[in-house]
């Protein structure tokens, strides 16, 4: 949907846009924000395409996924395998160098995605057996073996970051099929690791003006004598100051972020149906059983009626 484009573009790119903007600093600096605008479009348009021939052609769930990922492949070869590449240098090299080095990413990202359902029946813990759960769980440990054994060791960022996109699955697929052999495991998640995931962004953005200086290979000195030359107390003292500030910069961004992306979005679908508000007979509810209520003598608590309203609203 339109909404679902806007509040996408709008979470990844307004807080960087803005720092670009305003910091004066070009927008290559956080080539992971155009990176992942351009794949969520890509992705999009794939399942468009998808929809499209299962809906209106007549296609089965195979033939339109397996049509339109195969479209979407021939886009991405005519696009990154010819001179039409070159027209990320109206950007900057860095864009250009970037997108190439995950120029296959989206792409391997949908058919995973395509494939993860089947995936996941297969690796979830619906067979009672000890024998099959301890079966996945070594299954999964090989791949992520394989990983480590073929690619995760390597030191040079250059030789494996070209191939990081298209390998980087197996470990996460042994993962999830160890997770998934458990039901413990299944029904508990790390609430530390859910928090800094959503500020994500924020924290990439952020870590190049307010965590990192000097060619980003040091922190500020904010307490005295926690210099490189200073004592370990005071150099993680200094550390963890500077990284609460940082979080926290980056938790208020998000908010902020969020904020605007939720307007937007509501402004949109105002637009889109004609500026019309859905929610005016709901509004109009509880003030319309307050004025009745009231004027049969009754006491009422305004607040206690509106909140369901204000709820739905929500």
């Given amino acids: 949907s339109i909404e679902r484009m806007v509040s996408m573009w709008l979470r990844i790119n307004y807080f960087p846009l803005l720092l670009s903007t305003f910091l004066r600093v070009d927008i290559s600096l956080y080539y992971v924000v155009p990176l992942h605008t351009v794949g969520f479009f890509v992705t ?9 021939l299962q809906n209106k052609a007549g296609l089965g769930y195979w033939s339109s996924r397996g049509i339109a990922v195969a479209i979407s492949l021939l886009a991405h ?6 001179s039409a590449v070159d027209f990320l240098l109206n950007f900057s090299e860095e864009v250009h160098v970037r997108f190439q080095i ?6 391997v990202g949908i058919v995973s995605g395509m494939l993860w359902a089947k995936f996941t029946e297969c690796s979830s813990a619906q067979s009672e057996s000890p024998a099959a759960h301890w079966l996945q769980r070594f299954a999964g440990a090989f791949l992520i073996w394989v990983w480590w054994y073929g690619f995760g060791y390597m030191s040079d960022k250059y030789a494996y970051n070209p191939i990081h996109p298209y390998v980087f699955i197996l470990p996460v697929a042994g993962w999830l099929m ?8 299944t029904e508990i998640h790390s609430s530390v690791l859910e928090f800094f995931g959503r500020i994500t962004l924020e924290t990439y953005v952020l870590q190049f003006h307010v965590f990192m200086c000097r060619d980003v290979q040091h922190i500020p ?25 940082f979080v926290a910069l980056a938790y208020w961004a998000r908010k902020v972020t969020v904020t605007t992306q939720m307007t937007a979005t509501e402004l949109v679908k105002e637009l889109l149906n004609g500026g019309t508000h859905e929610h005016a007979d709901d509004e109009k509810e509880p003030f319309v059983k307050v004025e009745a209520q009231q004027s049969n003598g009754k006491t009422v608590d305004v607040e206690a009626e509106t909140k369901p309203a204000a709820k739905e609203q929500v």
């Fill in 44 to 52: 999009m348009a794939t399942c468009y395409i998808a929809h499209n």
């Fill in 102 to 107: 995950d120029k296959y990413s989206a792409w």
């Fill in 178 to 185: 160890i997770r998934n052999s458990s039901k413990f495991l």
């Fill in 77 to 82: 070869a005519l696009f990154y395998e010819t």
């Fill in 221 to 245: 000195i904010v307490i005295p004598g926690s210099g490189p030359d200073g004592s370990l107390v005071l150099k993680t003292a200094n550390m963890l100051l500077c990284g609460v500030v």
